[in-house]
């Protein structure tokens, strides 16, 4: 069998015409008018994979390389002495619609296995394995960002913010999860209504909130709620879920300092209230289990959930935009 092609010298990008041809042994000759060839045997070639119709690269042990595109008289020879046929299989595969149209669809189930699973549980081991520096320094950089765009200072009386800080404190007393919980009061502004809960343990009351809740059973309700999205590093794990690939970085590289640029989305998410609905969840069924320890009626969360509510559907308050239904809550607290 014989191959046209062209031969390099293998130090310079010029090239010369020749011929290549394989005896029925496998020895293989190349006829090049320009350049000395000795002969080798076909097994000792290195071959380029075949990619459509471009042209294939025969490397020989002694430096030199053969280009042609003879792309099914190299597949056939390579069947033929090197009893390797993965080359034309794979090529097979390229040129099959129904083997593309198969891994287009792997590839989409992968996207959303990766999207749904593989990045929260990612994220979730990140989160909680960040140390406590990481933690404070976001925390720090996002009560700033609140402070100079979001929040004006509180005008909430001294005696009242004293009166929930010591509920506060009751609730988190027994507390040992290595948090440094502090609750903090703001003016929310244009946010109104709302409660934020920071990475190192840090939570943000606005006087909106104070001032729709029924009474201070409510507050210490959300106060639970707001403890339960710091145990379970939900502002972390919902800034670390939105970048997939600083996230890809973390995880194969244990880069922590990373995380810091990452987080820097946490005080959009924290204000546009985008936790996602499981998180939600999770963090009222905390407050349940918090406050039926404390001897705290969990309907509470309820009320103030119903009050939110009605907000919401007046349009004074987006607070609901991602959260879950309010029924759907207030049941879950019920059972």
Not at 6 to 27: I, M, N
Request: aromatic share 8%; hydrophobic share 40%; glycine share 6%.
């Amino acid at each position: 069998m014989q191959l046209s092609g062209r031969l390099f010298d293998g130090h310079t990008s010029k090239s010369h015409p020749a011929e290549l041809s394989v005896t029925d042994q496998g020895d293989v000759r190349i006829e090049c008018p320009e350049l000395s060839v000795s002969g080798c045997h076909w097994s000792e070639l290195t071959i380029s994979p075949r990619i459509g119709s471009t042209a294939r690269y025969l490397d020989l042990p002694n430096g030199l390389r053969f280009e042609t595109r003879d792309n099914d008289q190299v597949d056939q020879l390579i069947g033929q002495f090197a009893g390797d046929d993965r080359l034309s299989w794979i090529h097979r595969l390229e040129n099959s619609y129904r083997y593309a149209f198969l891994s287009v669809i792997c590839v989409g189930l992968f996207i959303w296995w990766g999207i749904n699973y593989g990045l929260p549980s990612a994220a979730r081991q990140v989160a909680f394995l960040l140390p406590v520096s990481v933690n404070e320094e976001v925390s720090k950089h996002t009560l700033s960002t609140l402070d100079k765009y979001i929040f004006e200072p509180s005008v909430l009386e001294a005696e009242r913010r004293e009166k929930l800080r010591k509920n506060f404190a009751t609730l988190v007393a027994s507390r040992d999860d290595g948090f440094n919980y502090q609750l903090h009061f703001r003016n929310g502004g244009i946010v109104g209504p709302n409660a934020f809960a920071l990475p190192d343990g840090s939570i943000i009351f606005t006087d909106q909130i104070i001032e729709l809740a029924g009474d201070d059973e409510e507050l210490i309700a959300v106060m639970s709620h707001e403890i339960g999205h710091v145990n379970m590093r939900h502002g972390l794990r919902r800034a670390l879920q939105s970048s997939a690939l600083p996230l890809i970085i973390i995880v194969v590289t244990g880069d922590m300092s990373t995380a810091s640029s990452v987080l820097a989305a946490l005080p959009t998410i924290l204000v546009e209230s985008q936790y996602s609905q499981a998180f939600e969840l999770e963090a009222d069924a905390f407050a349940k289990d918090l406050l039926q320890q404390h001897q705290h009626d969990p309907m509470s969360l309820g009320r103030l959930l119903e009050r939110l509510s009605e907000e919401h559907e007046a349009g004074t308050n987006d607070w609901f935009s991602s959260h879950p239904p309010t029924p759907e809550r207030i049941e879950k607290l019920r059972d």
